[in-house]
Structure formats: structure tokens, C-alpha cells
């Protein structure tokens, strides 16, 4: 049904100006998020269907699109280096045969997010990106905010349609992105052009909203909570009423507590004593031991470089006045932060090539966001906004969630890398315009 549904939701990108091959780029982008073959038992995962998607992809736009408006922009060049790094790190891996089984989907993700922004050469083009990747996410955010409201869900409990805790179908990181794309769905309400913002658009795009802030709920988990807590404080960026825009929030979140399942109040209790949580000591334990680990490994040890870690963890416990003090001992436990992962996998430089495409884009953003403030162009200043908002609750996010090559994250980074190369180049035309002299008017006949 769901399948049919996005059948349904292409159809209608045809007769919408859309070009048949960036088409394809939409196809991509629904299998990379959405996943399908996790939902059939053989067909679909008999057939590599990211890799024919892809391909048709990228060949239907050397063939058939129109490049003239097409630009590399420098990030993305910054990408590439990052994936032939990456390649390097996995030819010389610590674990070469587990590393090869990362590096199987690394690859295609860096790889796409270097070629998505040559195809957003129009303002269409970048919002149904967005719209594409709003919808694909919500057809899991939306499964996922109906089974809280029924279950009221629980940390490792909520099955958002497949029992697979990888990707967006993971509980931290499928929070981390329905909040991040909260600001994107504002966006579409307010200026999309593909469905013109009315009645219905509205009412569907708060009640997305309302599902989107629902899963950090429902999954119990930390990290949403953070990033819901960070969208709101971003938003006082743009709220005229800000005294009554936070009294309203403090009033939400004060009638909401009593409504919270039991289960996430519990969990979140576990943030003001983290040496109670096993959890969150793990997380110390692993980062103290990276930390340490690059030291004699300044260049990383390739993917899946965690399996040889060895720590050992301290847990306080109180009960009745009295604390206790045990100790246990794990080995190969997995990063628990984007950082820690880039560090331990790629070393320094790929830290600072990831950190430097994540901030420049941070910075680009910031820019247009100044830029466009007002006047016919006001709706990229706030979609630049509303993209580095998502990218800053992605950045945080991953402080807690191993999601450095999180192929989401890399489409919304192409989204801004297309907003950015569009409208410098709608400023150069405009000043080229402006600066060229007028042509003399023809003499009159004798």
C-alpha cells in the first residue's frame, strides 16, 4: 500500500516541470531512506535496487539533463576527498573483511551526495528535494507517532514496520532526523510552489510536525529530547513575540509532562546521574578509549575499528541512602558519537575533513540566511534558515549516534549545497544585468 502511495506521489511530480531524469534522482533518494527491500521477504532482496536506481541516476543526467546551469561547487569536492580517504583507511583497515561490509554503503552515500547538488540547477528542483525527503522520512515518522499515541512505545520496543535497528529505522537516529526536518516541513508550509500551501497542506504539515516530535516519545531516547530542545531555541531567531513565544512553551511543556508514558520519564531521569546508566557510561568508556586509541593511530583504524576496543565500567547505584560501587568489564563496543566515530575510524584528517564540510555549511547557510531576509527572494533566506537548523540538530544528534556517513544527513548537506550554487547564481545573472549598458537605440530615418 505504502509502495502504491509513493507510485501515486511520483505521478504527480510529472506534470509539475520536473525533467524526466531528475525523476530518477527522486527514485534514489525514496529506496536510500525508505529502504523497501527491508519490507519484503525476496523480490525486492534479490535485486540491488539502490545500485540500478543510482545508476539510471547518474546516467540520465549525463545524457538527457540540462548542465548549463550545472556548478561543482568547492564542498563538494571536499566530499570526494573524503571518500578517497575513506578508501584509503578501508584498503588498510584494522578489520579489512568488516570494514569492506561498511565501506559497501559509505561509498554509495558520499558518492551520491557529490553528484546530488549538480542536478538542484532550479528552485523546483531543490524543493521537491526536500519534499521528497520529508515524505519518505514520514512514511516511518508517521507509522511510528501512531503506534506512541496507541503504545505509548518504550526505548528498543517501538517497531517502525521491520524488526532492523540500523539507519532511520534506529530509534536515536529516526528522533535525531524527524526533528531535524521539522524546521524544512515550516518551509514547505509556508513557501512550497509543488503543493501550494492551503488549508489541507497546513493541517497535514502540523499534524507531520506533531508525529515528527512524537517519536522522540515513543522511542524513549535522550537525544531527541536534546534536539527538540535545540529547535526550539533556534526558533527565538525568527519569532517576533519572543517573551510570549517562550511562555507558550514553557505552558506546552508543563501540560504535556502528565501525558509523557511512563517509560520515557524514566529514561529521561537517567541524564542527571549518567553513572547510574550503563548506557551512558559505556558512551565515556568507549570515547576515553578512542581518545587514546588515536594517539598511536593519528590516521584511524578503518571502519569497524571499535570492535577491538576494551573497557571497563564503573556503575554507582543508590537505594536507601546508601550508594554501591560495581564494575564490569565489555569489549567492541560501538562509537556512540559521529566524532568518536570519524576519529577512531578516520583519524585527524578525516575529523577535520568531515568537521570542515559539516561547519562550512553551517557557515554558508548563515550567509544566505542574512541575505535573504527580505524582498522576492526572502523564501531562500528561509529555507537556508530552515537547512541549517536541521544540520545543527544533526550535529548534535551525533554526539550520542555513530551517524557520521548517515546518507540523510549527506542529501540534506546536497540540499544546501544546491541552494547555495542557485542563488549566487541568480546574483551573478542579476548583476550582470544590471551592469550591462543599454544597447543604443537605432537612428531615425532621414
Given at each position: 500500500?505504502?509502495d502504491?502511495?509513493?507510485?501515486?506521489?511520483?505521478?504527480?511530480f510529472?506534470?509539475?516541470?520536473?525533467?524526466?531524469?531528475?525523476?530518477?534522482v527522486?527514485?534514489y533518494?525514496y529506496?536510500?531512506i525508505?529502504?523497501?527491500?527491508?519490507l519484503?521477504y525476496?523480490?525486492?532482496?534479490a535485486?540491488?535496487?539502490?545500485l540500478?536506481s543510482?545508476?539510471l541516476?547518474?546516467?540520465?543526467?549525463a545524457?538527457?539533463?540540462?548542465?548549463r546551469?550545472s556548478?561543482?561547487?568547492?564542498?563538494q569536492?571536499?566530499i570526494?576527498l573524503?571518500?578517497?580517504?575513506?578508501w584509503l583507511?578501508?584498503?588498510?583497515?584494522?578489520?579489512?573483511?568488516?570494514?569492506?561490509?561498511?565501506?559497501?554503503?559509505?561509498?554509495k552515500?558520499?558518492?551520491f551526495?557529490?553528484?546530488?547538488?549538480?542536478?538542484?540547477?532550479?528552485?523546483l528542483?531543490?524543493?521537491?528535494?526536500?519534499?521528497?525527503?520529508?515524505?519518505?522520512?514520514?512514511?516511518?515518522?508517521?507509522?511510528?507517532?501512531?503506534?506512541?499515541l496507541?503504545?505509548?512505545?518504550g526505548y528498543g520496543q517501538?517497531?517502525?514496520m521491520?524488526?532492523?535497528n540500523?539507519?532511520?529505522?534506529?530509534g536515536?537516529?529516526?528522533?535525531t532526523?524527524?526533528?531535524?526536518?521539522?524546521p524544512?516541513i515550516?518551509?514547505?508550509?509556508?513557501y512550497?510552489?509543488?503543493?501550494?500551501?492551503?488549508?489541507?497542506?497546513?493541517?497535514?504539515?502540523?499534524a507531520l510536525?506533531?508525529?515528527?516530535?512524537?517519536?522522540?516519545?515513543?522511542?524513549?531516547?535522550?537525544?531527541?529530547?536534546l534536539?527538540?530542545?535545540?529547535?526550539?531555541a533556534?526558533?527565538l531567531?525568527t519569532?517576533k513575540?519572543?517573551?510570549?513565544?517562550?511562555a507558550a512553551?514553557?505552558v506546552?511543556?508543563?501540560?504535556?509532562?502528565?501525558?509523557?508514558?511512563?517509560?520515557?520519564?524514566e529514561?529521561?531521569?537517567?541524564?542527571?546521574?549518567?553513572?547510574?546508566?550503563?548506557s551512558?557510561?559505556?558512551?565515556l568508556a568507549?570515547?576515553?578509549?578512542?581518545?587514546?586509541f588515536?594517539?598511536?593511530?593519528?590516521?584511524?583504524?578503518?571502519?569497524?575499528?571499535?570492535?577491538q576496543n576494551?573497557?571497563?565500567?564503573?556503575?554507582?547505584?543508590?537505594?536507601?541512602?546508601?550508594?554501591?560501587e560495581?564494575?564490569?568489564?565489555?569489549q567492541?563496543?560501538?562509537w556512540?558519537?559521529?566524532?568518536?566515530?570519524?576519529?577512531?575510524?578516520?583519524?585527524?584528517?578525516?575529523l577535520?575533513?568531515?568537521l570542515?564540510?559539516?561547519?562550512?555549511?553551517?557557515?554558508?547557510?548563515?550567509?544566505?540566511?542574512?541575505?535573504?531576509?527580505?524582498?522576492?527572494?526572502a523564501w531562500a533566506?528561509?529555507?537556508?534558515?530552515a537547512?541549517?537548523?536541521?544540520?545543527?540538530?544533526y550535529?548534535?544528534?551525533?554526539?550520542?549516534?555513530?551517524?557520521?556517513?548517515q546518507?540523510f544527513?549527506y542529501?540534506?548537506i546536497?540540499?544546501q549545497?544546491?541552494?547555495?550554487?542557485?542563488t549566487?547564481?541568480?546574483r551573478?545573472?542579476?548583476?550582470?544585468?544590471r551592469?550591462?549598458?543599454?544597447?543604443?537605440?537605432p537612428?531615425l530615418?532621414?
Amino acid at each position: 500500500m505504502r509502495d502504491l502511495a509513493f507510485i501515486a506521489f511520483l505521478a504527480a511530480f510529472m506534470g509539475m516541470g520536473l525533467r524526466r531524469p531528475f525523476l530518477l534522482v527522486l527514485v534514489y533518494v525514496y529506496i536510500d531512506i525508505v529502504a523497501p527491500q527491508r519490507l519484503t521477504y525476496y523480490l525486492l532482496n534479490a535485486i540491488p535496487i539502490s545500485l540500478v536506481s543510482v545508476v539510471l541516476a547518474v546516467g540520465a543526467f549525463a545524457l538527457a539533463d540540462d548542465k548549463r546551469d550545472s556548478r561543482f561547487a568547492p564542498r563538494q569536492g571536499m566530499i570526494v576527498l573524503l571518500l578517497v580517504y575513506c578508501w584509503l583507511t578501508t584498503m588498510a583497515a584494522d578489520f579489512p573483511v568488516e570494514a569492506q561490509d561498511k565501506w559497501g554503503w559509505v561509498w554509495k552515500a558520499l558518492a551520491f551526495a557529490a553528484f546530488l547538488p549538480s542536478t538542484l540547477r532550479t528552485r523546483l528542483r531543490i524543493e521537491a528535494l526536500l519534499l521528497f525527503m520529508v515524505v519518505s522520512a514520514a512514511s516511518i515518522i508517521i507509522v511510528g507517532g501512531v503506534k506512541t499515541l496507541v503504545s505509548g512505545g518504550g526505548y528498543g520496543q517501538l517497531n517502525l514496520m521491520v524488526d532492523n535497528n540500523s539507519g532511520l529505522y534506529e530509534g536515536s537516529t529516526i528522533s535525531t532526523v524527524a526533528v531535524a526536518i521539522v524546521p524544512v516541513i515550516f518551509w514547505l508550509m509556508k513557501y512550497g510552489t509543488i503543493f501550494r500551501p492551503d488549508r489541507r497542506v497546513k493541517i497535514f504539515g502540523l499534524a507531520l510536525v506533531f508525529a515528527c516530535l512524537l517519536i522522540p516519545v515513543g522511542t524513549s531516547t535522550r537525544t531527541g529530547l536534546l534536539c527538540i530542545a535545540l529547535v526550539a531555541a533556534l526558533s527565538l531567531r525568527t519569532v517576533k513575540r519572543k517573551a510570549t513565544y517562550l511562555a507558550a512553551i514553557g505552558v506546552l511543556g508543563l501540560v504535556a509532562v502528565p501525558f509523557l508514558p511512563s517509560a520515557f520519564t524514566e529514561r529521561m531521569g537517567t541524564i542527571q546521574n549518567h553513572q547510574a546508566d550503563a548506557s551512558a557510561s559505556t558512551r565515556l568508556a568507549v570515547w576515553a578509549w578512542t581518545w587514546e586509541f588515536a594517539k598511536t593511530h593519528p590516521f584511524g583504524g578503518g571502519f569497524e575499528a571499535y570492535r577491538q576496543n576494551r573497557i571497563r565500567l564503573e556503575l554507582v547505584s543508590t537505594s536507601g541512602g546508601n550508594s554501591t560501587e560495581t564494575e564490569q568489564t565489555d569489549q567492541g563496543r560501538a562509537w556512540h558519537s559521529a566524532y568518536f566515530e570519524m576519529l577512531g575510524e578516520q583519524g585527524y584528517p578525516g575529523l577535520a575533513l568531515w568537521l570542515t564540510i559539516n561547519l562550512a555549511g553551517l557557515f554558508r547557510m548563515e550567509v544566505l540566511r542574512r541575505r535573504y531576509r527580505t524582498g522576492d527572494e526572502a523564501w531562500a533566506g528561509s529555507l537556508a534558515a530552515a537547512l541549517q537548523t536541521g544540520h545543527m540538530v544533526y550535529l548534535l544528534g551525533a554526539g550520542f549516534i555513530a551517524i557520521a556517513f548517515q546518507p540523510f544527513v549527506y542529501m540534506l548537506i546536497g540540499a544546501q549545497v544546491g541552494l547555495d550554487t542557485y542563488t549566487a547564481r541568480r546574483r551573478a545573472e542579476a548583476t550582470g544585468r544590471r551592469l550591462r549598458p543599454a544597447r543604443a537605440a537605432p537612428p531615425l530615418p532621414a
